[in-house]
DNA sequence: GACCAGGCACATC
DNA sequence: GATGTGCATGGT
């Protein structure tokens, strides 16, 4: 495998995001139309399709559950549930929906601004801390919805690099982030452009069988200044 | 009908 | 700490 790829020509990770970002263009991340709207949905599109996320959202939207997190938190489980059906797994996802909004309003007033004003570190910590938020969503919601400069690892993200050679598909989250951290400037529009831009080409062309004849990566072996 | 999709928590070893 | 499993709908 090393010997293979080592005979291709390599590029850095700052060269593979201009690359994409080239025949892509800007992906506009996230489609919502408020933070609020951006955190619930970075919580239903957890292994789904945005397609069904969609769905549930305007759901939600349809019956005024998005006017506010006090609004969404009063709603019974059950009926929450049955309005975020399309997006799957509806049952833990109202839990972890109402997870979300039971902490903002017990420890923040219900207050995202108050949220804003934390700590980008703090604010992790204490996201993660939520039962049914881990470091994806945690991630996404830091980076989308609260404008800081984190680099979100999903299942694209490893599945793209790993047979690009950067790491094993089973390295860990922290690892994986930590090698775009420390190789890419820490700017929140690269951040947040690039890992839509690697869904982009993850939909276009890396499906689970690998099948990258036309992929814009083919053949490129990816450098980057490895971790501890 | 099989496979996949912008994960996560929990049980078990 | 690693591994396996349940959670579920909708598109291809």
């Known amino acids: ?96 929906l109402k997870n979300f909004t039971g902490f903002l309003l017990k420890s923040y007033g219900g207050k995202l601004a108050k949220l804003a004003e934390i700590d980008t570190a703090v604010l992790r910590n204490e996201l993660l801390e939520i039962n049914g938020i881990g470091p994806e969503t945690c991630d996404s919601i830091l980076l989308y919805a609260f404008n800081r400069p984190v680099f979100v690892v999903d299942a694209y993200t490893k599945r793209i690099f790993s047979r690009h050679g950067l790491f094993s598909e089973d390295s860990s989250y922290e690892y994986v982030q930590n090698i775009f951290t420390r190789n890419l400037p820490s700017d929140v529009v690269i951040f947040n452009e690039y890992h839509a831009l690697i869904v982009k080409l993850a939909k276009e062309h890396c499906k689970k069988s690998p099948k990258c004849e036309t992929c814009p990566l083919k053949g490129l072996k990816i450098v980057a200044k490895t971790v501890s």
């Not at 006017?67 to 309005?83: E, G, M, Q, R």
Request: charged share 20%; aromatic share 10%.
């Open 1 to 96: 495998m090393r010997n293979f790829l080592n005979n291709r020509p390599s590029e850095n990770l700052t060269k593979i995001y201009s690359r994409l970002y080239k025949i892509y263009g800007p992906q506009r991340w996230w489609p919502g139309r408020s933070r609020f709207e951006i955190i619930i949905g970075a919580i239903l599109t957890q292994n789904t399709a945005w397609t069904n996320v969609e769905k549930a959202i305007k759901n939600l939207r349809f019956h005024s559950c998005l006017s506010s997190p006090a609004k969404l938190h009063s709603i019974h489980a059950d009926k929450l549930s049955v309005l975020i059906r399309p997006a799957g797994y509806h049952n833990v996802k109202a839990k972890r």
